[in-house]
Structures are given as C-alpha cells and as structure tokens.
C-alpha cells in the first residue's frame, strides 16, 4: 500500500462530484456575470433576499431566444454582461438552485408539474408512433 492509497482524503475526495470535467472556459464566463451581478445587486443576495423563480426563467428563456436567434454575446449595453448569453443562463440556473437551497426560493410559477409531466410522456409516445424518436429534422446539422 503506498501512502497515496493510506490517505483518507483521496478515498473520500473520489466520492464527490469530480470537477475535472467542466469546462473551464465556460465557467469563467460563468464567473464574470456573477461578479457583474455581485456588482450591481449585492453578492449572492438571493440568499437574504430571496427571488421569484419566474423571473429567472424569463431571464433564461430572453437568453435562449437570442441565441436561437444567433445572438452568441450578450450585450453591454442597457447593463448587459458582455458575456456569452451560455453563461448568462448558468448564472441564473445557478441561483435557481442556490436560493432552492437556501430556502430563498419562490417558486411563483405554479405548484403541480403532473399536466406537464404526462404532457410530455403523450408527446414521447406520438414522436414515437410517427417515426419522430429520431434526430429532429428542424435542427440544421453542420458536418
């Protein structure tokens, strides 16, 4: 046995999360909109403050859109981050699941997911029947 493999911290280190596959590139966009949130709003405020789920996902949903619509950067102006929209959408899921875990979560957008739940189940099983379980034929794929 080498010392490496008596060390307890590797054992218990090797039985969390590893971090070695996120990607470092995106988490330091990541970082920049916080730092740029910590800036205007307070550092991590949605811990004492707490935040409307809605509202974060309208953010994530505007970010979305612009990238669908081929929008990769997020704006400076009107006190955008510069960013990537990617990390802007991080950055908001990321406090999503902060404030859920903090109990600083409002979750405004309705209480029963079971309509949506066996909506998409249906919806599974008609993609299926009409030979739609494949790749969408909507989505441009660049070889």
Request: charged letters at 25%; glycine letters at 8%; aromatic letters at 6%.
């Amino acid at each position: 046995m080498s010392d490496k493999d008596a060390n307890p911290k590797h054992g218990a280190g090797r039985a969390k999360p590893s971090m070695a596959c996120t990607p470092d590139t995106a988490a330091f966009w990541w970082g920049l909109v916080h730092e740029a949130g910590a800036q205007k709003y307070g550092a991590c405020n949605w811990r004492t403050s707490g935040v409307d789920l809605s509202v974060y996902l309208d953010a994530i949903k505007r970010h979305a859109a612009k990238i669908a619509a081929g929008e990769f950067w997020d704006s400076l102006e009107d006190g955008g981050t510069g960013a990537p929209h990617a990390a802007c959408i991080m950055a908001s899921a990321a406090i999503i699941i902060d404030a859920h875990a903090y109990s600083m979560l409002n979750e405004d957008c309705g209480s029963d997911s079971r309509p949506l739940n066996s909506a998409m189940e249906n919806i599974k099983d008609i993609r299926a029947c009409l030979g739609l379980d494949q790749l969408n034929p909507l989505r441009k794929r660049k070889d």
